[in-house]
C-alpha cells in the first residue's frame, strides 16, 4: 500500500480510534501504532504525519507510556494531542506541572497565532478537554498557539521542526472546527492530498488477496451481515471459483434468520456451504451462564464445526473472516495501552492443527467504511446499511442460560423492536436496535390473572463507528407500539424497559 500514512501513536485514550477515524474521514490513510514503537520502524514507514494521542496517565506517573525521543527528529511533522502534547513538552524539554484547576468536558480556547494548525478557525473556539495536568512553559523554539483560562499553553507549534501540540481533543465532535484542525494538519502541514478511497482500498485489497493466497483455495466463514460478505465477495473477486463459503446455523440467529440468508446468498452467486449445527451450539451452552464463557464456547465450536466441514471440501489452505478495526482494538491489548474489554470469537487465530491461515481483508477498516465498499461492489441499499450483529448472536441478548424456550421469546421479541423502527424510519440512522432478555421475572396483570412472566429490555443507540455510543431518544409513541405489541404478542414477557445507557461507560452489547 502506497498510500500517504499519518501513523497513530496509542497512548491509551478512549478517543484513539476517533483520530483515525476522523483522518480517513479526509481520505487520508491512517495506522494505530504502540507507543513504545522504535523510530527507525516509524521512519521505515515513511509516514507523512505522526500523531501522539491523548492517555488516562500523567506523564511524570512512573512507568507512564513513552514514545521514542528520535520520533521528534525524523522529519516528519508530528502532533501531539493531550497527553501527546505533554510528552512532547516533557521530552523537548519544557514544563509539565499538575493543573490547579483541572479541564474535562468543555472549555474556551482563545487562539493566539492563526495559521498552521488554526487556518480558517474562529479566534475563539469551544473544546472538549480531558487532562489534570497543563503545559507550564513550553520547549525552547515553540510559540504559544492558542490559551484558555486554566490552561496558558493549550496550544503550541515549532513550524521549523514540524512539532505541533493542543491540549484538547480536536477529534471529537464536541470541539468546534475540530475536523478543520485536522485537516489543516493532514493537508496544510503533513502535504496529503486525500489519496484514501474505497474504490483505492476495492483494487488494493483484491491484489493483496490474489499475492497472498497465490493458487491457494480459501473456506470463506459467512455470518450473513454486511462484514463477512462484503469480505466474501472481495475475496470472489480476487481468486472467484477457488472460494468456497460456508454458513453455519448456530442456534441463536434472530427469527427466520438462516432461510433468509440462504436466499440472499444464492442472489449474490457465492459458492455457499449450508451446515445446521444449532442443536450441538445449543447442547455446549447448556447451563452456561458466565458472557466469556458462552463467546469463548461459540468460538470453539465455530472451529470444531470448520475442522468437520474442511475436510469435506478438499485441499483448503486458508480461512477468511469478516474481522474489523474495532473486533481487534476490542480484542487484543496489543495496540498502545488499549485494554481488553471482551474477547471476538472472529479474533485470536485459529488452532495450530487446522493448519490454514487467515485472511481478513476488512481488518484495517470501520464500519461505515466496509459499508462503503459494499456499495462500491454493488450490494443493494437494504443489505448495506443492515445494523450490525454480533458473532455470538442471541447467545449474548439473552442474560443468563440460553434455552430453546428463551430464544423463542426473544426472537419474537427482538422481531418487533425491528419491524417497529423500520416503520418509523429510524432503522438506518440507528447503529443497532434490538431486545435483551432478562434473567428477572416479575408480577404483572394479564385481563384478570396475575402473571409472572420475564422481562425484556429495549436497545437502540446511535453511533459512527461502534467505538462509542450515545442511547437512541426514540419517540414514546414508537417505544409504547413496541411495549405494548411485545407483551401481547409475545406469551411469557410482561414486562418492557428502555435502555438509556451510553458507550462508555456500559457496552452496546449487554454481554
Known amino acids: 500500500m502506497n498510500h500517504q500514512t499519518i501513523i497513530v501513536l496509542d497512548f491509551g485514550s478512549q478517543y484513539t480510534q476517533l483520530i483515525a477515524r476522523r483522518l480517513r474521514e479526509l481520505s487520508v490513510y491512517s495506522e494505530i501504532w504502540a507507543p513504545e514503537t522504535p523510530a527507525e520502524k516509524v521512519r521505515a514507514r515513511k509516514p507523512a504525519g505522526i500523531i501522539l494521542s491523548g492517555g488516562p496517565r500523567s506523564v511524570s506517573d512512573p512507568g507512564a507510556p513513552t514514545c521514542d525521543p528520535a520520533i521528534f527528529d525524523l522529519g516528519s511533522p508530528v502532533l501531539g494531542i493531550c497527553y501527546g502534547m505533554q510528552l512532547m513538552a516533557s521530552v523537548l524539554g519544557g514544563a509539565v506541572a499538575p493543573a490547579e484547576q483541572r479541564e474535562f468536558g ?24 480531558s487532562h489534570g495536568d497543563f503545559v507550564a512553559a513550553a520547549p525552547a523554539g515553540f510559540a504559544v498557539a492558542a ?106 440467529l434472530r427469527l427466520d434468520e438462516a432461510a ?99 485472511v481478513e481483508p476488512l481488518r484495517e477498516l470501520f464500519k461505515d467504511e466496509v459499508r462503503a465498499v459494499g456499495r462500491q ?36 421479541a427482538d422481531a418487533i423492536v425491528s419491524e417497529e423502527v423500520k416503520r418509523d424510519g429510524w432503522y438506518e440512522s440507528l447503529w443497532q436496535s434490538f431486545a435483551v432478555l432478562l434473567p428477572v421475572q416479575s408480577v404483572g396483570v394479564m385481563g384478570d390473572e396475575r402473571t409472572y412472566e420475564y422481562t425484556v429490555a429495549v436497545r437502540a443507540v446511535e453511533s459512527r463507528d461502534g467505538m462509542t ?17 411485545i407483551v401481547n404478542e409475545v406469551r411469557g414477557i410482561n414486562r418492557v424497559v428502555y435502555d438509556i445507557s451510553s458507550k462508555p461507560p456500559s457496552t452496546i452489547e449487554w454481554e
Open 106 to 129: 468543555h472549555a474556551t480556547v482563545t487562539v493566539k497565532e492563526a495559521g498552521h494548525l488554526f487556518d480558517h478557525v474562529p479566534p475563539e473556539i469551544r473544546v472538549w478537554a
Open 260 to 358: 433468509q440468508i440462504r436466499k440472499r446468498f444464492e442472489r449474490l452467486q457465492l459458492p455457499l456451504r449450508f451446515v445446521d449445527a444449532s442443536a450441538l451450539f445449543l447442547e455446549r451452552l447448556t447451563g452456561v451462564t458466565d458472557p466469556e464463557k458462552k463467546r469463548k464456547i461459540i468460538g470453539a465450536t465455530f472451529i470444531d464445526v470448520f475442522e468437520t466441514e474442511t475436510p469435506t471440501l478438499g485441499q483448503v489452505d486458508y480461512l477468511a473472516q469478516g474481522t474489523l478495526y474495532p473486533d481487534v482494538i476490542e480484542s487484543v491489548s496489543v495496540v498502545g495501552q488499549s485494554a481488553l474489554i471482551k474477547s471476538h470469537h472472529n479474533v485470536g487465530g485459529l488452532p495450530e492443527r487446522m493448519r490454514m491461515q487467515l
Open 147 to 252: 490559551s484558555s483560562a486554566n490552561a496558558p499553553v493549550a496550544a503550541m507549534t515549532n513550524a521549523t521542526r514540524g512539532l505541533y501540540g493542543l491540549l484538547f481533543h480536536p477529534e471529537v465532535v464536541h470541539t468546534e472546527s475540530g475536523l478543520e484542525i485536522l485537516k489543516n494538519f493532514a493537508y496544510g502541514v503533513c502535504g496529503c492530498t486525500g489519496d484514501w478511497t474505497m474504490a483505492s482500498f476495492v483494487e488494493e485489497a483484491t491484489a493483496r488477496i490474489s499475492a497472498q493466497v497465490g493458487s491457494g483455495r480459501i473456506v470463506c466463514a459467512l455470518s450473513g451481515g454486511v462484514d463477512s460478505t462484503v469480505a466474501a465477495l472481495l475475496i470472489h473477486r480476487a481468486i472467484g471459483d477457488r472460494l468456497t463459503c460456508v454458513f453455519v446455523d448456530n442456534g441463536v
Open 377 to 412: 461492489l454493488g450490494l443493494d441499499e437494504e443489505f448495506v446499511v443492515r445494523q450490525p450483529f454480533p458473532g455470538p448472536g442471541l447467545a449474548v441478548r439473552i442474560l443468563g442460560e440460553v434455552t430453546r424456550p428463551r430464544l423463542e421469546l426473544l426472537r419474537r
Open 469 to 485: 455510543a450515545d442511547w437512541a431518544r426514540l419517540p414514546h409513541d414508537l417505544l409504547a407500539r413496541i411495549s405494548s405489541r
